[in-house]
Each structure stands twice: as structure tokens, then as C-alpha cells.
């Protein structure tokens, strides 16, 4: 499996992706807003684009669809209940699915909502896994819940399957907001060492050249998985004084993320 991280360098700071396989030059596009990047780089490449995977219905991870169609006559997947949302979609997927991209690519599909409802991350089988995971999982942070989402949903998307897969599980996700979210996490611990190291790094960071997290450093580093931590709910207490003596993780989870969506 070979990955080409595309990064859009626009207001948003999308990062697009190539997925191909090396014996066929067959790619995967997933959310490909840059359509112009992407196109270029599968040439450069000598790929042949033959699916495009939205992660989720926001226009920023679709909006390219109908150029990328109309130059490869790819098939869009996205979760099957996105199917009015994302008008290009002829295959519905479902959680356990698998994509096979040429001989020797296969992602399997997992169900992940929060983000939205209808978000689907994908998991590499290969010999290094990996995860592309759209707007639910970021560098350092989680996804909002503003456009068709809940916190709740996140919450169980994070704890009963993201931080069950394997440490060395590579994370490549929609967008580069690592320097803002390693942040945010030194906010809420300010004692937490390896985040304080890598800031000034990520700050400097070229988007183009980006680092590519693991689950294990995410587990480090993410507030959002570090929900038992003392300093963490010290620090959580300050804003809410009404937090009890011992939270558990879900209440510390959602607080985080009611703090971030002002932070």
C-alpha cells in the first residue's frame, strides 16, 4: 500500500488523500476537495483512479467529487446512510465492509459516528495499519459535533473503537490541526511533557511534509484519550466546579469537548 497525503493548503486546511496499490497503479481517492492536486499527483504517479471514498457528507470532503468523476468515471463510496446527503454515491458502505484497491489494498470500513452520523473511517490491513479518519479523529484533537453529530456518539466511536486498535495504527486525518490541538492539550495538562516538547516543532511544521502521528503518540498526546488522567480532571474542575470528586470517562470527555468548540 502507498499513500499519498495531498495537502490542499486552503482555509481549511484539508489534507486529501491517494491510496494505491504498487502492483497495479490503482488508487483510491479519499475526499478529494482538491481535485486539481489530486488528479495531478495520481498523473505524476502514473495511478489510475478507480474510487473515491468520502470519509462523511460535509462539502469540504465532497466538493470535488463531480470533477474527479468526470475525468476517471470513479464510483463514490460513503456510508450507506449518506445516500441523500452525497447525490454522486452509488455504494453504500457499512461498518465491516471491505475495499479492495487493485491486488494487494484492503481497507476494511468501521462505522464511526459523532462528527457527524453518517462518518465512515477506514483501516488499512497491511503490514503497518493505518487509519484514515476523516473529521473523527484529528492530530492531537477530536472532531466537532456541530453539523449533523453528537458528542455522546463520538464519545463511544472513540472509546469502544479507536483506542482498541493497534499502538503502531498510522493516523492520517482530514485536516492539519495539530499545533492548535497539542494546545489545547497543554491547556488542559499543562504537565504533559511529550506535547509541550513537540509543540514548537508543529507550529513550524510544513503541511506538506506532515508528520504522521501513531495511535500509541495520539494516547500521549490527545486530550480526548486522556481521560483518566489526574491533571486532566484538575484542571476540568477549574471550568466546572461542579464536577464530582472521581468523573468518569464519558463526563470528562464531553466536558473536553464543550471546551474545545469555544477554545
Known sequence: MIVEQIWTANAGRNFNYLIA???????????????????????????????????????????????????????????????DKIQEMSRGLHAGDVIKIGKTVELECLDTPGHTMSHICVKAH????????GDTL?????????????PNELYNTFVTQLASLPEETLVYPGHDYIARNLAFTLDREPDNAIAREMLPSMERQNPAKALVTTLGLEKEINAFFRLTSPAVIKRLREAFPDLPDNPDPKTVFLRLRELRNKW
Request: proline share 4%; net charge negative; glycine share 10%.
Open 138 to 150: 484529528f492530530n492531537a484533537g477530536a472532531g466537532n459535533c456541530h453539523n449533523g453529530g453528537h
Open 126 to 133: 497491511a503490514d503497518t495499519p493505518a487509519l484514515f479518519c
Open 21 to 83: 496499490c504498487a502492483e497495479t497503479g490503482e488508487a483510491l481517492a479519499v475526499d478529494p476537495l482538491d481535485h486539481q492536486k489530486c488528479l495531478a499527483a495520481a498523473k505524476a504517479r502514473g495511478w489510475t483512479i478507480t474510487q473515491i471514498l468520502n470519509t462523511h457528507e460535509h462539502r469540504d470532503h465532497t466538493g470535488g467529487n463531480q470533477e474527479v468523476i468526470a475525468a476517471t468515471k470513479a464510483p463514490v463510496l460513503a456510508h450507506a446512510n449518506a445516500k
